[in-house]
């Protein structure tokens, strides 16, 4: 690929100067270590906000480039798994289909974006876009907890993640990064970025591939691709301006071209999504009056697929082309968005917004006719100040929401009270809502489920209450959090296979009401030495009304802890994290309901700094489940065996996507 050029030049270019950059510094004393880039934190008000909302009682978690790194993640899935609260699984490994249940939610309830763009896949709302995210470029991920439909529109009716990218830096720096896996998986990658006069920039690349493993627990022998694997490039840029010394002109692009396996257990000689991804937005950032402060952006998100899926007939295998290479399924989201703060006199504050989105897309694939759909919204909010109490804070809004064949206001209430460094309490209440994705509305494939244009959105009233705190316990310093949350769910959209027009099924609006709610509690320790200790328990009761069966797909008990050594005067460290999966329920066609949880993985890894105190020379290892548990990812599923195949039976059998099996991975990083 003429990318792939692009990109290994990149990375040459960027290892060549960290080696002469690291040269420099020896030779003038200077100390280049990872840690010690002075990285320039976001002042505008589309940066700040998820850290603001969490002033007001937004409940939102920052997972750091440390913690990123320290659990070798590859992509962004493993980089989320320490999120209390939150249940991710990958399908088959990195860069593949997600199940997310963040406090309760399915995996269409939480929005997706990167600085702030928005990425989710409007054609399927259950399609995440983790399969063009590599954990090189990401400076932190903020996990918002809780219904945010406010300021971030729809989809965002359990939450956000947001990740933020590379940030800029006043001083020139870098990185060059390559790892090894125990299954052939390679990465390479590396950044630049710096500054010169009233520019600054930041240049990313990086390159990911593995031929990956047999994704499956069972399979049938007319499957002759039986390794689910990956080709992903990806670089960017990064570029600001400062027009005055409180006016900034922020530009990005990011480009992603990915070969990805997409297999099923029975027939497949190849199959496989080739995408293409355009990502780019213009901001400008006001910050220089207490009084007004303001951004502008516009944004460009295009996603384009290119499948291909070969069969092999029975009984001889021989090679039928079901979709020939080039088959087309995509879509492009544009939009720009405006808001402003003001602080006219002492006490409130006042923000007001507008958001605008353009979606088209379709599917040659699975058959969604060409749609457009056009949203525009108004966002208002106001909030106390310090000026009204330094410990108590308060903010209410609504956002009215328009689009082509709905309307719609939210409200949202949220605040928080600091009662001392032991003791706090929020909360956030308010409704979120969920548009009908493409498929949902116009799917006309013969061989699936009809879409109903006359759906509508799906409706949430959410409540978030949390008390939590730190102290001193002699020489450690213990924090902790308690959560309760509640989300009612009201027009949720689910299959109707009992309408005879529709044979295959079509989408109906539920009459009843889903509820979700349960708690989370979270402990810390930062003990002497870099010891520490993170540990969460979230239980969640999902159901519809007057059922006592928990929802498909949506584990009722889960936990997590991390327990680590990572000391500020040695150069080496080391890390232990347990991740635990009560009860999940999933239904095969013709084998009922199964449970697929109840296991536990545990992954352990360890670096070391080769030229100490300096920390530029840094070799990690780590082990991904370390003791080989066999796991599935998405429940129980079934197909037609071979044999039902071909004489007609139907018979089917009873399979799983397994879960990443051990999977031990060496990684060098070189900072200058």
Known sequence: MKFATISHTALAVALGLAWNTQACAEETGEDAGEDRAIVVTGTSLEETLPQELSRYGNDVVTVSEKQIKDS?????????????????????????????????????????????IRLNNRLYGGTSPNDTLPASMIERIEVLRGGESLFYGTQASAGVINVVTRGFTDDFNGQVNASVDSWGGTTVDGYLRGAAAKHRFVAYASHNRSEGYTPYSAYQPSLTDRHLGYDLWSAGLKYQYDLAPDLALNAQYQHTEANLDNLSPTRIRESRNDRNEEIASVRLDYTGSDAVQFFLKGYFHDWKTAYVQIRNSLPDLQPQVIYPAGTFWGYRDWGGSAVVKLHLHPG?????????????????????????????????????????????????????????????????????????????????????????????????????????????????LNLNLSAGGIFPAGAVTLGWKATYFNRRITNMIDYDYDNPAYPNGTYANLDGKVRSQGGEFELTAQMAGGWSINASYTYARVREKASSTQLDRNPRQYAKGTFAYAPEDLPFGANLSLNWIG??????????????????????????????????????????????????????????????????????????????????????????
Request: proline share 4%.
């Open 348 to 460: 409130l504050e006042y923000l007001l917004g507008y958001d605008f989105q353009n979606f088209s897309g379709r599917d040659d694939v699975l058959l969604i006719a060409p749609t457009s759909e056009q949203v525009h919204a108004g966002i208002f909010q106001v909030r106390t100040t310090d000026e009204i109490s330094s410990k108590g804070r308060l903010a209410a809004g609504l956002r009215y929401n328009r689009t082509d064949g709905a309307k719609k206001t939210i409200w949202n209430v949220s605040g928080r009270y600091d009662f001392a460094d032991p003791l706090y309490v929020e909360a956030n209440g308010g409704t979120s809502f969920v548009l009908p994705d493409a498929s949902q509305l116009y799917g006309n494939d013969p061989c699936c489920e009809i879409g109903n244009p006359n759906l509508s959105p799906e409706q949430s």
């Open 583 to 672: 009860d999940v329920w999933s239904t095969a066609s013709g084998f009922g309901r199964r449970n697929y949880g109840n296991y536990a993985l545990v992954d352990a890894g360890a670096y070391l700094y080769v030229d100490g105190a300096a920390r530029r020379n840094r070799f990690g290892v780590n082990v991904e489940n370390l003791f080989n548990r066999e796991y599935a990812t998405r429940g129980y599923q079934s197909a037609v065996t071979d044999q039902g195949a071909l004489d007609g039976s139907n018979s089917r059998f009873l399979y799983f996507s397994r879960g990443v099996p051990r999977t031990l991975r060496m990684s060098y990083g070189l900072s200058f």
């Open 72 to 116: 070798g993640a590859v992509d962004v899935v493993k980089a989320l798994e320490s999120v209390p609260g939150l249940y991710i699984r990958a399908r088959n490994g990195p860069f593949t289909y997600v199940d997310v249940s963040l406090q309760g939610s399915r995996t269409q309830d939480v929005l997706w974006t990167m600085d702030g």
